[in-house]
């Protein structure tokens, strides 16, 4: 079956541009992530939603980033004004919740120049 | 607070021998770890996880990790090294609560040579 799927895979983007970055989750799950991983390091959790609402945001690293779910479907992670360190990998996990394995999308490769 | 430290962030080892990654975690509760393997331009894939029941842990192409509490360790294990498991792997701790909020470590990626 379908698995999670993120758009678009690469984005370059001019230093202070916003962003959007898109999540598919597969379908019925209702836990959905967002994780950041730097070249070289391991990933970075960013925010939780169940549903479509987000009872973790703790990861977000200031108040440029924000995200929103559409129900238990589609989420978008939006970055404003970015900045040469928010180049990284941005990945999508999904699961049918609880303490459910997380299953993850291919990502999307953001550079800011 | 949880962590996860992975011990060497690059390992190599022959086709054919014995693959070991080590992973140590800190944890205030009864933790849940898995194991994820990268492949290259591809996202995480689940090797396997531990969620208190067996300590030996089996998971998919002939990987395994065994859960230590005395040492806090789950090391990742394979006696036989295939060359397409060169590949990066992470290990992570989730931090119980009602969802499955992952804290992975730094992540070593494991090179396979003839």
């Known amino acids: 079956g379908a698995g999670v799927s993120q758009s678009p895979s690469n984005k370059v983007t001019e230093k202070g541009k916003d962003v959007e970055l898109r999540c598919d989750p597969i379908?019925?799950?209702?836990?959905l992530y967002w994780y950041r991983q730097r070249l070289g390091q391991g990933l970075e959790f960013l925010i939780y939603f169940q549903g479509n609402s987000a009872p973790d945001k703790s990861g977000l690293p200031s108040d440029r980033f924000s995200a929103e779910r559409t129900g238990e479907s589609v989420s978008t992670l939006t970055i404003q004004r970015t900045q040469q360190e928010d180049s990284a990998v941005y990945l999508c996990a999904s699961s049918i919740g609880g303490n459910s394995p997380l299953h993850f999308g291919n990502g999307t490769r953001l550079t800011v120049t | 607070a949880q962590s996860v430290t992975q011990l060497g962030s690059h390992v190599s080892v022959s086709e054919g021998a014995l693959v070991l990654l080590r992973c140590n975690y800190s944890s205030s509760v009864p933790p849940y770890l898995f194991w994820y393997v990268q492949y290259p331009n591809q996202g995480l894939q689940l090797l396997l996880k531990y969620t208190s029941a067996a300590t030996l842990v089996k998971g998919i192409n002939g990987f395994e990790a065994e859960f230590k509490k005395s040492e806090t360790s789950f090391h990742l294990t394979k006696p036989s090294a295939h060359m397409s498991d060169a590949a990066e792997y992470f290990c992570a701790v989730s931090v119980s609560g009602g969802y499955n909020k992952l804290i992975f470590g730094a992540g070593t990626r494991l090179a396979v040579h003839p």
């Open positions: 379908s019925g799950h209702t836990a």
